[in-house]
């Protein structure tokens, strides 16, 4: 059985029997006005962190969701996506897709503004999604990527970034490995599709999205998930892992390398009113500005004593260069 096959049979286990926690550490659903989340949406809440920017969800997008679990994320994108298949839901597991269709009926019985054909729900998954080349806005996938290896992930991001139109949004939380998670863990297919053995560190996973075409990347919130202890898992010091929530847009790499957003900013502190770097770049003294981590570099490099550039923060929300 390959470790594809054993996530499939764990993940019809969870849908015949929702238990909390039962991958991932479940956290309380982000709450907006008038939205009810069913309480069965919420024991079977199994992502690491959450997909629902509303940032990015201005204009009533057209989002595609791969791996819909309950519903719970296909409900939220569902609230600022107000109109039939504004949400198209991509799930490979039979028992999954039934459970969450009876959960979004559920929910438009506890919420008068949703209507179940707001979600299409098809078969399908990562590595040859159903859909047309370019043709929606944000794709979503939340505790689903960390599963594949290597050779499967950069399939399942080919697939997203085909279908996506130009400017469109990739929206993901995945475990990432504070560092290389042995061998013989990733090896067990049990851990693996409990998103615990796959994880790959910081460094590979942003790797894959540039390698797959992105030319910009987001660091939306990056915080504590789940430590492997030397107790229950083979290993001779504890691993930390982390839940990692990110946003790629499908724009060219410029020359010089794509904009990885992490949090960081750069402060100019010299005698003028403000710093012109030439190259499309202008700090207003005093004033941090929002910068990618490339532009950061290299303004701490060509102006070291003149910009002061501070630490990520692993969260940004937009309004700097690039």
Same mark, same amino acid.
């Given at each position: 059985m390959s470790y594809l096959e054993t996530a499939a049979e764990f993940y019809t286990e969870?849908?015949?029997?929702?238990?909390?926690?039962?991958?991932?550490?479940?956290?309380?659903?982000?709450?907006y006005p008038d939205l009810k989340i069913p309480e069965i949406m919420q024991q079977m809440n199994? =992502?690491?962190?959450?997909?629902?920017?509303?940032?990015?969800? $201005?204009?009533?997008?057209? +989002?595609?969701? *791969?791996?819909?679990?309950? =519903?719970?994320?296909?409900?939220?994108?569902?609230?600022?996506? $107000?109109?039939?298949?504004? +949400?198209?839901? *991509?799930?490979?597991?039979?028992?999954?897709?039934?459970?969450?269709?009876?959960?979004?009926q559920l929910a438009a019985q506890e919420n008068s503004w949703f209507d179940p054909e707001f979600v299409e729900i098809l078969a399908g998954d990562a590595f040859a999604l159903p859909i047309p080349d370019s043709s929606v806005d944000v794709v979503a996938q939340n505790c689903l990527f960390n599963i594949f290896d290597a050779k499967d992930l950069q399939?399942?991001?080919?697939?997203?970034?085909?279908?996506?139109?130009?400017?469109?949004?990739?929206?993901?939380s995945d475990p990432i490995a504070t560092r290389p998670i042995p061998a013989i863990l990733q090896a067990d297919e049990r851990l693996r599709a409990m998103c615990l053995s796959g994880a790959m560190t910081y460094d590979e996973y942003i790797h894959y999205l540039i390698a797959a075409g992105f030319g910009q990347i987001e660091v939306r919130a990056r915080r504590p998930y789940?430590?492997?202890?030397?107790h229950?898992?083979?290993?001779?010091?504890?691993?930390?892992?982390?839940?990692?929530?990110?946003?790629?847009?499908k724009v060219p790499i410029p020359e010089d390398g794509a904009c990885v957003f992490t949090g960081k900013t750069a402060i100019y502190s010299g005698l003028d009113a403000f710093l012109d770097d030439r190259a499309g770049h202008v700090l207003q003294r005093g004033n941090p500005t929002s910068v990618c981590d490339k532009t950061a570099s290299k303004l701490a490099q060509k102006f070291p004593q003149e910009v002061v550039v501070t630490d990520s923060t692993w969260h940004y929300n937009g309004g700097g260069c690039c």
């Open positions: 969870a849908a015949k029997t929702p238990q909390v926690g039962l991958c991932c550490i479940s956290t309380p659903p982000m709450q199994y =992502g690491c962190g959450t997909t629902i920017h509303p940032t990015e969800l $201005r204009g009533s997008p057209t +989002v595609l969701y *791969i791996g819909v679990g309950g =519903g719970l994320e296909a409900l939220q994108f569902a609230y600022f996506c $107000r109109r039939k298949r504004g +949400v198209i839901a *991509i799930e490979p597991v039979e028992a999954m897709r039934e459970v969450a269709t009876r959960n979004l399939r399942a991001l080919k697939e997203v970034y085909r279908v996506l139109k130009p400017k469109g949004r990739l929206i993901m789940r430590l492997l202890d030397i229950s898992f083979d290993l001779d010091t504890p691993l930390m892992l982390e839940s990692l929530d990110s946003v790629s847009f």
